[in-house]
């Protein structure tokens, strides 16, 4: 066996990084003849090469740092030379050679067309089942649907980058208000103002200050509303603060606390709900530790707790704050008593972990798998789904109803892209960018609904503003 072989290659005026190939089933001289003179050949061209002949290959930075089969744009450049500007609107969309998400296209190394067919080509989708039958063909999107603009790109700041602690828990971004939108960042929940986006983002929780917090710990979830922005962590630790209008000068009424000290506690995800039995509103955590836990903002007590047969990894709660839907590590999700926790029906149709779930106030409901899809569920019927929502290439991680009565479904997966599901006129838009996703989120602005996607990648990462695309909806009545 040939021992793993290192190929430099390079372009004028740029210093690319290494490829360094597997060469355990080829000797040195196959190899070569696999990756003819790779000096000749721009960085997105060598992959290719390597893919087309099932060459398994890594990627090793200047720094000798290994980035994840290019998914990682991080250091002096990065693997593509790819730079960025701070801010993006419409007049410098028109002024300059940079997309929606602030990237500088003119002085990369490689095209962005080149770059999105290397990344679908390279990347490889997390999961923890065995496929069903790895010969089945994805679904396809549902009868009926055509790709349309539903939303336009508004605005992308560059310089406000959230982070993601667990790459399978994604709900790491919460926008709140026209001029609130959380995110976490490092160990802290930082509130940005889109209406003022060159203050300071404020921090609004940090993890590492309270009593509750161990050393280490990171946000690993966060929901935030008018009211109430709340987190959890590494260890079984919750945090939360009662907002007052986000009047600077207000007071804020801070808690924290354990929610178990299981060595499995890990905070999964949050959400707020109403409560039937007050008018405080309640975070309902799912925890590894096998427990949903719902904690009363008002008195920072606990409510009530349940068992699952499986570690969950979301919930959401019902219109009426009666039922409460449930994924985590099955194939299955449930609809339990949110009072008793008594299991009410189960939903069949993943073929993998759940980790996202949404709650339409129209009593739709979603849940977003491992396996590459959401589904679309009718509360009348928990026999099927009604709609099998199709990924562009990996895990659903995060949800969010929006538009009218929640007939809008936002659909983000791990990295790259974002699609909208208009199920009342049957429309779909696929919105795509570079980096991993932090989390979505819909949010009522100055009369029209926003959507904001979180990018967790420092060197192409940031905040993206997109709003219901109005011309379109004229024109679809006009015609």
Not at 10 to 32: F, N, Q, T
Not at 101 to 111: M, P, R
Not at 286 to 302: E, F, G, K, L, P
Not at 439 to 448: L, T
Request: glycine share 8%; hydrophobic share 40%; charged share 20%.
């Amino acid at each position: 066996m040939a021992l793993p072989m290192r190929v430099s290659f390079s372009v004028p005026d740029a210093d690319v990084s290494l490829v360094e190939i597997d060469g355990s089933p080829y000797d040195e001289d196959v190899e070569m003849d696999l990756v003819p003179d790779l000096t000749v050949l721009r960085a997105t061209e060598a992959t290719l090469h390597l893919v087309e002949h099932n060459v398994d290959f890594e990627y090793v930075g200047p720094d000798g740092v290994m980035e994840d089969s290019g998914f990682e744009f991080g250091g002096e450049g990065g693997m593509w030379g790819l730079q960025k500007v701070k801010a993006v609107d419409a007049d410098i969309l028109r002024a300059r050679d940079v997309d929606y998400q602030g990237i500088w296209w003119a002085d990369a190394l490689i095209s962005r067309e080149s770059l999105r067919k290397t990344r679908l080509m390279t990347h490889q989708n997390y999961t923890n089942c065995p496929p069903p039958d790895p010969l089945l063909d994805p679904p396809d999107i549902p009868p009926g649907y055509s790709e349309r603009n539903i939303f336009a790109h508004r605005s992308t700041t560059t310089t406000r980058v959230p982070t993601i602690a667990h790459f399978q828990l994604r709900h790491l971004l919460s926008p709140a208000t026209s001029t609130a939108v959380y995110h976490a960042k490092g160990t802290q929940i930082m509130r940005y103002n889109p209406h003022n986006p060159a203050a300071a983002c404020q921090v609004v929780i940090d993890l590492l200050s309270g009593e509750s917090t161990r050393i280490g710990t990171r946000p690993t979830t966060l929901a935030a509303d008018a009211a109430v922005v709340a987190t959890a962590g590494f260890y079984g630790e919750y945090a939360y603060t009662l907002e007052n209008n986000y009047d600077e000068d207000a007071d804020q009424k801070d808690f924290t606390g354990f929610l178990t000290g299981s060595a499995h506690g890990i905070g999964n995800h949050v959400h707020i709900s109403r409560s039937r039995s007050s008018e405080s509103p309640v975070l309902v955590y799912t925890s590894n530790d096998s427990s949903i836990r719902t904690i009363d903002t008002a008195q920072n007590v606990c409510l009530s707790g349940h068992s699952t047969p499986w570690a969950p990894n979301t919930s959401s709660t019902s219109p009426d704050a009666r039922l409460r839907l449930v994924g985590g590590d099955s194939c299955d999700a449930v609809i339990i008593d949110a009072e008793s926790g008594g299991i009410i029906a189960n939903l069949k149709a993943h073929t993998d972990w759940i980790f996202t779930s949404a709650w339409s106030p129209s009593w739709y409901l979603a849940t977003g798998s491992q396996d590459t899809t959401a589904r679309l569920w009718d509360a009348r019927n928990f026999s099927a789904p009604v709609a099998t929502l199709p990924a562009q290439c990996g895990s659903v991680r995060t949800l969010d109803f929006g538009g009218a009565n929640g007939t809008l479904l936002a659909v983000a997966e791990s990295a790259d892209f974002v699609t909208l599901w208009d199920t009342s006129k049957e429309r779909m838009q696929v919105i795509d960018f570079f980096g991993e996703v932090a989390g979505i989120g819909f949010v009522e602005s100055q009369g029209s609904e926003r959507l904001w996607i979180g990018v967790s990648d420092e060197r192409v990462g940031g905040l993206m503003e997109y709003e219901a695309d109005l011309d379109r909806d004229l024109a679809d009545l006009v015609i």
